[in-house]
């Protein structure tokens, strides 16, 4: 019997799966290990962020400068108050505070002990007690690390973008500023927790602590779904919760702003 030789079907090295289908998979699949490296990296980060000391924060502060349109350094007014409350926080180190020639209300915490806040959230507050408030809420954030936490993470999503490139970058990235939105809306909760118990450490209430986010209201929780701040309804409710669980005196005299320059 003769064999007669036969070419391989066309088909055969051509997958039987739609491209679209294929193509989803592919993304998933992605998103999927890219989810998992974060994770990962998360969990190295909390280690090195939980190891360091303040001395090898000062020399971060050293390599991420900020570069800020800075009016004004140690305020008497505002190094008065800060000073109040870091004597109930007991930092590893002195804090100093920046004011920032901005008029979007803003403050954060950063590497080194620098509290930075801006002119408009100075115009925001108008009471002694409400920026108390503020300002305890940053020295949460340097009692918890979060300002050291963020620069971690802000380093693997940058890492993450150049390393996936422009095709799958975009939609990986989304993914994980999701969980970057979650984390950090979590320390911020537990920053304006912190904020009210230093605040009445300090003062020995907290009254009027919540004014400032009541009057920055404007409803729409929803816009703050991947946004680094929970929305300021959100965060006054918890932050009521508190005072009647933690019973926190709320009945004291309010302090008059004094001016600042």
């Given amino acids: 019997m003769k064999y007669n030789s036969t070419l391989p079907d066309d088909s055969v090295n051509v997958s039987q799966e739609h491209p679209l289908a294929l ?21 190295a980060i909390n280690y090195a962020v939980d190891n360091i000391s303040p001395e090898q924060e000062k020399k971060l502060e050293e390599m991420f400068s900020i570069d800020m349109n800075i009016s004004e350094k140690d305020n008497p007014y ?7 409350l870091t004597a109930c926080a007991h930092l590893p180190y002195d804090i100093g505070i920046n004011i920032i020639d901005e008029s979007e209300p803003n403050a954060f915490a950063a590497p080194g002990g620098n509290i930075y806040i801006t ?3 100075l115009k925001k507050a108008e009471s002694e007690n409400e920026l108390a408030f503020i300002l305890g809420h940053e020295l949460g954030h340097f009692k918890n690390k979060d300002h ?9 999503l940058s890492m993450f973008g150049m390393f996936l490139g422009s095709d799958y970058g975009a939609a990986a990235n989304t993914t994980l500023n999701l969980g970057d939105a979650r984390y950090s809306q979590t320390a911020e909760l537990e920053a304006d927790a912190y904020g009210l118990d230093v605040m009445s450490c300090a003062y020995g209430s907290v009254t009027d602590a919540t ?29 009521k919760e508190k005072i009647i669980k933690d019973k926190l005196d709320i009945t004291k005299k309010v302090i008059p702003l004094e001016k600042i320059d």
């Fill in 23 to 43: 193509g989803l998979k592919l993304t998933l699949s992605l998103l999927l290990l890219a989810g998992v490296a974060y994770v990962l990296l998360g969990y």
């Fill in 78 to 84: 505002l190094t008065k108050i800060t000073k109040k």
């Fill in 119 to 121: 002119k408009g959230m």
């Fill in 148 to 156: 050291l936490r963020t620069l971690g993470y802000k380093l693997v």
């Fill in 211 to 239: 004014k400032m986010f009541e009057r920055m209201d404007e409803g729409d929780e929803w816009k703050y779904f991947m946004a680094t701040h929970p929305g300021f309804q959100k965060r006054v409710t918890k932050m």
